[in-house]
């Protein structure tokens, strides 16, 4: 363990230094992605600095910004990025001289964190690592994380799936990682992890999904925002909801959305659905939330309906009558 936190820190510190610094001397590889919550992205930089290209320099740009130079991965444009069979750190793989079926596995784990797919798998690592990923931003009020706990957290994934860890051994490591975050993942002032504002002043609810139903049942305005990409959305989304993405979000998105009682935004696991969220609340959307259990996951964990375009309406009808009727309706093993 000693040995993964040395490289871990190692790693932390040339991070942060690339981060905030801009070339100078002698050109070095460059990638580029958008600033993220998400697992998939800081598994990547992790990746990039420990596998890849450890001289390499990245940069954390807002959603949504144009991206002219570096290696772009983890946004829509890149051929780095996730999609429904692999995720972006899986793609990255592919950059690497050589298999190291460690990081393979790795990359089948990240994957499994940012789909639908670790419900429905036999692996016990991905809800185990999901745990205690999302205790780390809740310790540092998730847009403060330092570089420093990222890059430790995901040295200790690697480390436990080096030594074929199971469930038990895996949260022994990531949890004895945990307690000592605070010393050991202080914070550093050049780099807060991605954030750019003091989410302290914009913290979200974490509104059971039970309340949301109720709410629709008691003739609330609840409006629902999948956070995710086009295709993702046109698969199965939540009856009614509206795409809006990330990058997409700005007074004029905001401005329909004012008069909402409720307005969860969401996405698999709810990492872009807590920054839309947030972002929303920032233009004035004081009923922004997100919802529990966790995005769609949680959702279809529930055994509510879900809708394509096709079925848009009807799905639309099933929900209206299940908030009406919660307890028949709901697996209640899931809540």
Not at 220 to 231: A, C, G, L
Request: proline share 5%; charged share 20%; hydrophobic share 40%.
């Amino acid at each position: 363990m000693r040995q993964h936190k040395l490289l871990s820190m190692a790693l932390a510190v040339v991070l942060v230094a690339v981060l905030t610094a801009g070339f100078t001397g002698r050109s070095r590889p460059h990638y580029v992605t958008w600033q993220s919550l998400e697992p998939d992205i800081w598994a990547s930089i992790w990746l990039i600095k420990t596998h890849i290209d450890p001289n390499a320099k990245i940069s954390l740009l807002p959603p949504g910004s144009k991206i002219t130079s570096g290696v772009a991965f983890g946004v829509p444009e890149s051929r780095y990025r996730r999609d429904q069979q692999s995720s972006a750190f899986e793609k990255l793989l592919s950059r690497l001289d050589a298999d190291n079926p460690d990081l393979a596995r790795m990359g089948s784990i990240i994957t499994s964190l940012e789909t639908l797919s670790w419900s429905a798998t036999e692996d016990p690592l991905p809800p185990v690592i999901e745990a205690v990923y999302r205790q780390l931003q809740e310790r540092f009020d998730r847009d403060y994380v330092p570089a420093t706990c990222y890059g430790q957290f995901f040295s200790e994934v690697y480390g436990g799936v080096a030594v074929q860890a199971g469930p038990d051994v895996m949260m022994t490591r990531l949890s004895e990682f945990l307690q000592q975050a605070e010393s050991d993942c202080q914070w550093d002032g050049a780099y807060a992890g991605g954030g750019m504002l003091d989410s302290r002043h914009n913290e979200i609810d974490l509104l059971p999904v039970a309340s949301v139903l109720q709410a629709i049942d008691a003739g609330k305005k609840v409006v629902f925002i999948d956070t995710r990409e086009t295709d993702e959305f046109e698969a199965g989304h939540i009856p009614g909801a509206i795409n809006l993405k990330l990058r997409e979000v700005n007074e004029t998105a905001a401005a329909p959305l004012m008069d909402a009682d409720i307005v969860v935004s969401y996405c698999l696991k709810d990492f872009r659905g807590y920054e839309v969220a947030r972002k929303l609340k920032q233009h004035g959307v004081s009923g922004a939330v997100t919802m529990k259990p966790h995005g769609l996951v949680g959702w279809h964990a529930l055994g509510l309906p879900t809708a394509t375009v096709e079925n848009e309406l009807p799905a639309t009808q099933e929900l209206t009558a299940c908030a009406g009727n919660v307890d028949s309706c709901v697996t209640k093993e899931a809540l």
